[in-house]
């Protein structure tokens, strides 16, 4: 029932958004002042979220490694598993970053009769991740377009290849099509899969619904419910929400103002919330340390200052109590006075 | 905070890509695209408002109904005909592809194939 009370918030948005439209005058509210203060939300969490981060010490040096660490020179390093240089790190969190190589890892244990307990590979995350993330990426860029006059040649390069199927008009978006399927996947997964179930939060199914319904708003205003979606008119108040004399020409259709209203739940949610792994995945020292500690030191910033205590001085601080306990001492014993 | 520097050339990385749009703008993009509207005509097919909005979807469903189910019967708006037509209907009255459709989209960067094939009026 963990995902009954997000999909009630996504839903209340919808209806908030939908309703507080129809009243004149608040289409400043959603179209003007709530989007400003969004993206000021959005920035702010974000700059405040990385210092708050970078203000943590790590006290050890904790990669997590997967395959054979720098070794004698006839056994061979697996470079990308067990960085041991900053160049192999960087390697390796690009290929994290790019191609989420970890989830490509992620096992599963099945039991069978006799009793007989097989590992497999899934991809599924992997794959329905993945398909995720660039559609969300190519999307995010397309939409460039409303924000940016003129628009840049590589937003319509993205824009063409993205419509290259050529279906219909306007023209359908291979990623509106895949970054439905991938949603819609990642949140049955969580439903039918027990043990992802059991572990799944509020916080992981309100992002799932919230940018389920972004999507949703976004293709039902291109492709099917048009009324009021006049593309030149969002245009001309993106633009100029960018150059900071927005105005609202004309009316725009109230769908519009939900899927707006919706983006900047989104961007307020964002820098308090598990997506933040945008930012943060740069920053885990599981991935961008290198399993180097046989190398160089790796100093613990909270250790307090050591200093080297000899044996010349440590018998300085002690010579009294060691002579009277009888305790040989280099300098000032008892044998050092009678010889003289 | 540890690694200042790589943190905080990582952050302004971030926020210039999100402020994009600040930057990039000027006052020439505030500008409205300026259309050459049809001098012989006073309405268009459908009121205003829904042809600047839906005039691609309009031009589908002819397309699909003259294409392929074979049904081009004129429509009849307001007791008018129109033929069911990109090149004979739109650009009768559209006359200036450059100066109206073009401009629009150049504006909401929309690129329609269809003058691959249909023609173009003579500009
Ligand atoms: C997280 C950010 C956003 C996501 C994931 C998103 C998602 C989508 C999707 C999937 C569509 C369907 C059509 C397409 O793929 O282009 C769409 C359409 C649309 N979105 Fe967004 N959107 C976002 C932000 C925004 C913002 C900030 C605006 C405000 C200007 C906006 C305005 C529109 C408009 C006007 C359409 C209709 C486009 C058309 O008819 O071609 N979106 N959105």
Same mark, same amino acid.
């Given at each position: 029932m963990k995902y009954a009370f997000p999909l009630a918030a996504v839903v209340?948005l919808?209806?908030?958004?939908?309703?507080?439209?129809?009243?004149?005058?608040?289409?400043? %509210?959603?179209?003007? =002042?709530? !989007?400003? %203060?969004?993206?000021?939300?959005?920035?702010?969490?974000?700059?405040?979220?990385?210092?708050?981060?970078?203000?943590?010490?790590?006290?050890?040096?904790?990669?997590t490694?997967c395959?054979?660490?720098?070794?004698?020179?006839?056994?061979?390093?697996?470079?990308?598993?067990? !960085?041991?240089?900053?160049?192999?790190?960087?390697?390796?969190?690009?290929l994290e970053i790019v191609l989420f190589r970890s989830l490509w890892r992620n096992t599963k244990a099945t039991m069978y009769?006799?009793?007989?307990l097989t590992y497999e590979s899934s991809k599924w995350l992997w794959l329905f991740g993945i398909v995720f993330h660039y559609s969300f990426l190519i999307i995010v %860029?397309?939409?460039?377009?409303?924000?940016?006059?003129?628009?840049?040649?590589?937003?319509?390069?993205?824009?063409?290849?993205?419509?290259?199927?050529?279906?219909?008009?306007?023209?359908?978006?291979i990623t509106d099509a895949t970054i439905l399927l991938s949603l819609i996947m990642l949140l049955l997964r969580r439903l039918w899969n027990p043990y992802v179930r059991y572990i799944s939060l509020a916080n992981d199914y309100f992002p799932l619904f919230l940018i389920l319904a972004i999507v949703g708003t976004g293709i039902?205003?291109?492709?099917?419910?048009?009324?009021? *979606?006049?593309?030149?008119? =969002?245009?001309?108040?993106?633009?100029?929400?960018?150059?900071?004399?927005?105005?609202?020409?004309?009316?725009?259709?109230?769908?519009?103002?939900?899927?707006?209203?919706l *983006?900047?739940t989104l961007?307020?949610y964002f820098?308090?919330s598990k997506l933040m792994h945008m930012?943060g995945v740069?920053?885990s020292?599981t991935r961008?340390?290198?399993?180097?500690?046989?190398?160089?030191?790796?100093?613990?910033?909270?250790?307090?200052?050591?200093?080297?205590?000899?044996?010349?001085?440590?018998?300085?601080?002690?010579?009294?109590?060691?002579?009277?306990?009888?305790? !040989?001492?280099?300098?000032?014993?008892?044998?050092?006075?009678?010889?003289? | 905070?540890?690694?200042?520097?790589?943190?905080?050339?990582? #952050? #302004?990385?971030?926020?210039?890509?999100?402020?994009?749009?600040?930057?990039?703008?000027?006052?020439?993009?505030?500008?409205?695209?300026?259309?050459?509207?049809?001098?012989?005509?006073?309405?268009?097919? #459908?009121?205003?408002?829904?042809?600047?909005?839906?005039?691609?979807?309009?031009?589908?469903?002819?397309?699909?109904?003259?294409?392929?189910?074979?049904?081009?019967?004129?429509?009849?708006?307001?007791?008018?005909?129109?033929?069911?037509?990109?090149?004979?209907?739109?650009?009768?009255?559209?006359?200036?592809?450059?100066?109206?459709?073009?401009?629009?989209?150049?504006?909401?960067?929309?690129?329609?194939?269809?003058?691959?094939?249909?023609?173009?009026?003579?500009?």
């Amino acid at each position: 029932m963990k995902y009954a009370f997000p999909l009630a918030a996504v839903v209340a948005l919808i209806l908030i958004a939908l309703i507080a439209v129809q009243i004149p005058g608040m289409q400043y %509210l959603f179209g003007v =002042i709530i !989007p400003y %203060l969004a993206v000021a939300v959005f920035v702010g969490g974000f700059i405040y979220r990385l210092c708050y981060w970078g203000k943590s010490p790590v006290p050890f040096n904790i990669p997590t490694t997967c395959g054979q660490e720098f070794s004698l020179p006839w056994i061979k390093q697996d470079k990308l598993e067990c !960085p041991s240089t900053r160049l192999q790190v960087v390697a390796r969190m690009f290929l994290e970053i790019v191609l989420f190589r970890s989830l490509w890892r992620n096992t599963k244990a099945t039991m069978y009769e006799g009793p007989k307990l097989t590992y497999e590979s899934s991809k599924w995350l992997w794959l329905f991740g993945i398909v995720f993330h660039y559609s969300f990426l190519i999307i995010v %860029l397309r939409h460039l377009r409303l924000f940016l006059e003129p628009v840049p040649s590589c937003v319509a390069l993205v824009e063409i290849l993205d419509s290259l199927l050529q279906v219909g008009a306007p023209l359908m978006y291979i990623t509106d099509a895949t970054i439905l399927l991938s949603l819609i996947m990642l949140l049955l997964r969580r439903l039918w899969n027990p043990y992802v179930r059991y572990i799944s939060l509020a916080n992981d199914y309100f992002p799932l619904f919230l940018i389920l319904a972004i999507v949703g708003t976004g293709i039902l205003m291109r492709y099917f419910i048009r009324s009021n *979606v006049d593309i030149e008119a =969002i245009k001309q108040l993106a633009i100029g929400l960018a150059t900071l004399h927005p105005t609202i020409v004309g009316p725009i259709s109230s769908l519009f103002y939900v899927h707006l209203f919706l *983006v900047c739940t989104l961007l307020v949610y964002f820098p308090f919330s598990k997506l933040m792994h945008m930012g943060g995945v740069f920053l885990s020292p599981t991935r961008n340390l290198a399993n180097d500690s046989r190398m160089h030191r790796h100093i613990n910033p909270w250790n307090p200052p050591i200093k080297p205590h000899s044996y010349a001085s440590y018998e300085d601080e002690f010579r009294e109590d060691m002579i009277a306990q009888g305790i !040989p001492v280099e300098q000032g014993g008892p044998q050092e006075a009678g010889a003289k | 905070m540890y690694d200042r520097v790589k943190i905080s050339t990582g #952050l #302004l990385v971030v926020v210039l890509l999100v402020l994009i749009p600040f930057f990039y703008n000027n006052d020439a993009s505030k500008a409205a695209p300026e259309l050459t509207m049809p001098t012989n005509a006073k309405a268009c097919v #459908l009121p205003r408002a829904e042809m600047r909005a839906k005039h691609m979807q309009l031009l589908n469903t002819w397309r699909d109904e003259v294409v392929r189910k074979g049904d081009s019967r004129p429509v009849l708006v307001d007791g008018k005909e129109y033929p069911k037509s990109l090149q004979l209907n739109c650009m009768e009255c559209h006359t200036s592809k450059v100066n109206f459709c073009d401009k629009c989209h150049n504006y909401s960067s929309v690129r329609p194939y269809c003058w691959d094939c249909h023609l173009a009026p003579v500009e």
